[in-house]
């Protein structure tokens, strides 16, 4: 399992979190909505220190990782981050 983030994610995350060198970028599974593989949960993603971390891509020194504990809303799947171009909101596509 990878975490693939666009040149314009990465653009995002500077400029709409102010993400910066050595930040953490947590992706997880939370309560509420819904994803292709479950019901019920979505993806949420915060600016928070790891734990245990399962997964980790580092671009431009900003981690960005899933811990342990949310491996299993992923399904063994790639999480992909781009930008829509029709919101300037992030997008999460999933990749076997």
Do not use: C
């Not at 050595?22 to 997880?28: A, K």
């Not at 939370?30 to 734990?51: V, W």
């Not at 992923?74 to 992030?90: A, P």
């Amino acid at each position: 399992m990878e975490i693939k983030l666009s040149k314009e994610a990465i653009g995002w995350f500077k400029q709409e979190m102010e993400a910066e060198s050595g930040d953490y970028i947590r992706f997880y599974a939370r309560y509420g909505g819904s994803s292709p593989f479950h019901e019920g949960f979505s993806l949420g993603m915060n600016r928070e220190q790891p734990h245990e971390i399962a997964v980790e891509t580092v671009v431009d020194s900003i981690h960005f990782y899933i811990e342990k504990a949310d491996e299993w809303f992923f399904n063994e799947h790639h999480l992909i981050v781009n930008v829509d171009t029709n919101t300037d909101e992030l997008s999460y596509t999933y990749e076997k």
